[in-house]
Each structure stands twice: as structure tokens, then as C-alpha cells.
């Protein structure tokens, strides 16, 4: 399958993927726990990835500040002590020589997140309770919006310092900027709230902001929800239309998911599907690529070569994202490409997502 479409490469702003795989972000649980520094774990498993010659690889998500740290373990770009760290990770990545790139996701945990771990009362556009994290977030003034703002700026600034090839925007699964453009998560009635264009105003701000501050060609791409599976969540409507308000100021492309806890449907569904149902995600990263230029990538547990094939033949999408596979086989693509695998033996279980650090629960149970 070595001339499949799907090893093609394709450009994203100024650069060129050698192929259209995605390592879509996975929160590792392998960063220092108490400073979010890179660890020699975190090195060995980005350089296992790019050795397995993924296109382009997406970190789990980094907090931008202390405020917005979601979990234990989770890496941080808040500060400029972060960048020899993680110039290590980019480094690792591009000195395998695979041709891989890598992409710094920046992020803020908003309401999902515990007070033990912020060490705040939780944050968020509008003071809306969060049934799985059990938290009453504190709605924030103007002036922090803006504060926010520069964080996200700063944090993909210290990206690019460090040897990053792009960062991405985790405006998904309703972390602080999805809870932004939701209308379940922000009832604000000023500047940053009410309709779609200002409930996403944060999002052009900040792609602005990068683009200021770290060039032009510096590219940014973003994971948006399309869909946040509830009634008074985001609509497909409004996301093709945030989605080009993006491209508008510079976004270079984006990633397509859904989903929050408490509509409870997640982002990532347990369970094999049949080959009917993998890319449960595509149909919406359809619908919003026929107003875009910009290349679009499409996720939700594909699992066979063939499938993401045709999505990229069909032109439904440009890119695959995949993760689960890549935890179980970080070399699954060359395995594809040999003709060994047809398909991921992962099976969705899920018990990768390991607060002791990710890893696949079949290696652990067949050693």
C-alpha cells in the first residue's frame, strides 16, 4: 500500500507532510507532576512515534497557565523555563530523520479541571455547573479574557522558540475555548458572548495574536468541535461558520471532533465498529471542508487502511487522525505500508489512558 493516497504528501501553510497521518493529541500522563516538565518517558514515546514515520505529530495537550492545568502528569508550556524541555521533544522528533513534524497542542482546562490541580477556583465564560468535574466555575471579567488571550499567544511563541513546527489550538471536548463557542458554556451577553461570531471572537484573537507575534508562516491549526451532543450545544451551522471566520485570519487547517462528559459521549467511543461506522467524526469534517481551502482531517476510530483511504479519495477529508492505533503500534504505518497490517489491532478499550502513563492494555495483558 506504499502508493496509496494516503502516503502522499501534502503542504499545510509553508510545510510539506510526508504522508496524511495525524497523531491526533493524547494527554500522556508521563510530564514531571509537579512543574509539567518533558520527562525521558515522553522522550522515548515521541521518538518511537516519529520513528514509525507518522506525518504529523500533535502532543498532548499543554497548559498555557497553572490555572488551566486539566490533569496529573500534564506537560506545561506557561512560562519560559519550559523551553529547554520542550526543544528536547521537537528535537527528538526531527533528529529520528523519519521526516515527521510535530505540533505543540496549547490548551486551558476552563471549568474541567479541580481546584487542587489549578490551585484557583475554576474559570470559564459563564458560571455554568459541570456535573463530572462536580465544579462551579467563576465566570471571567473582560480584562482576563484578555489576559487569556496572551497566555495562548506566549505559549505558542515558546512553541516556536523551541523548535516546534506549528502548535494547535484545543478548542474541543469543552476545555475553557470550546466552552467558549458553545452556547451551553457561554451565556455572557457582552463582547465575548451571544452570537457565534462573538462567542469565537477568543479563537481569531488568538490567531492573530500568534500570527503577530511569531510570524506569518508560523502555522497554527486547531481541534474544534463540530458537535457538542447536546441540545443547547454548538450547532454544524455555526461551526462552518467559525471554522471559516478561521481560515479568514490565517488558521492553516483543522481538526474535527465532538463531544463533551456531560453530554455523556465523549470524544473517544469504546468499542470496535464495523468498517460502516469507523470516522464517526468524518461526516461533520465533511460538511465544514466544502466552504474551506484549508485542508481538513478527520478522526473518530478508524482502524482500517482501506476506510481512511476512501475518506481522503472521496475528498471528505485531507488528513487522518488517529491515536488509540498509534498507542497500540507506534510503528503501525509502516506496517501498512509494507503490507503487514490491513488494520489496527487495536480493539478501543480505552485502558491506554493510564493516569501512570499511557500505554496499550493487549501489550500489557499478552507479556
Known amino acids: 500500500m506504499a502508493d496509496s493516497l494516503l502516503f502522499s504528501p501534502i503542504k499545510i501553510g509553508r510545510l510539506k507532510f510526508i504522508n496524511r497521518f495525524v497523531r491526533s493529541a493524547t494527554h500522556d500522563y508521563l510530564a514531571d507532576d509537579r512543574s509539567g516538565a518533558v520527562t525521558e518517558k515522553q522522550l522515548e514515546l515521541y521518538r518511537n512515534l516519529a520513528e514509525g514515520e507518522i506525518g504529523l505529530i500533535i502532543t498532548g495537550h499543554a497548559y498555557v497557565h497553572l490555572s488551566g492545568k486539566a490533569s496529573p502528569r500534564q ?21 529520528t530523520g523519519s521526516g515527521s513534524l510535530i505540533f505543540l497542542q496549547i490548551s486551558h482546562a476552563g471549568r474541567q479541571t479541580k481546584p487542587n490541580l489549578c490551585q484557583q477556583t475554576p474559570v470559564a465564560p459563564s458560571a455554568v455547573y459541570d456535573p463530572v468535574s462536580k465544579v462551579m466555575p467563576r465566570e471571567l471579567t473582560a480584562e482576563e479574557i ?38 451551553h458554556t457561554n451565556r455572557r451577553n457582552d463582547d465575548w458572548g451571544g452570537s457565534w461570531e462573538k462567542r469565537s471572537r477568543i479563537l481569531r484573537e488568538i490567531i492573530r495574536g500568534i500570527k503577530e507575534t511569531c510570524g506569518r508562516d508560523f502555522p497554527v491549526m486547531i481541534k ?15 461551526a462552518q461558520k467559525i471554522a471559516g471566520s478561521l481560515e479568514k485570519v490565517g488558521l492553516e487547517a483543522i481538526e474535527i471532533s465532538g463531544g463533551l462528559n456531560e453530554a455523556g459521549r465523549g470524544s473517544v467511543w469504546p468499542g470496535l465498529r464495523s468498517e460502516e461506522e469507523e470516522g464517526y467524526f468524518v461526516p461533520l469534517a465533511a460538511a465544514i471542508k466544502k466552504n474551506l481551502k484549508i485542508p481538513v482531517s478527520g478522526l473518530g476510530g478508524i482502524r482500517t487502511l482501506k476506510v481512511a483511504e476512501s475518506f481522503v479519495a472521496s475528498a471528505q477529508v485531507d488528513l487522518i487522525s488517529m491515536s488509540r492505533p498509534f498507542i497500540n503500534e507506534p510503528h503501525l504505518l509502516l506496517k ?28 500489557q495483558i499478552n507479556r
Open 146 to 183: 484578555h489576559l487569556i488571550i496572551d497566555w495562548f499567544i506566549q505559549a505558542a511563541n515558546r512553541a516556536r522558540k523551541a523548535g516546534f513546527d506549528g502548535v494547535e489550538l484545543h478548542a474541543a471536548h469543552g476545555y475553557l475555548l470550546s466552552s467558549f463557542i458553545s452556547p
Open 75 to 95: 506537560i506545561a508550556v506557561d512560562d519560559d523555563s519550559k523551553i529547554t524541555g520542550l526543544s528536547r521533544l521537537a528535537e527528538v522528533v526531527h533528529q
Open 336 to 363: 501498512f505500508k509494507s503490507g503487514e497490517l490491513k488494520k489496527s489491532p487495536c480493539i478501543s478499550c480505552n485502558k491506554c489512558f493510564n493516569p501512570r502513563g499511557i500505554r496499550c492494555a493487549q501489550h
Open 224 to 238: 474544534m468541535n463540530a458537535t457538542d451532543f447536546l441540545p443547547d450545544g454548538i450547532t454544524l451551522e455555526e
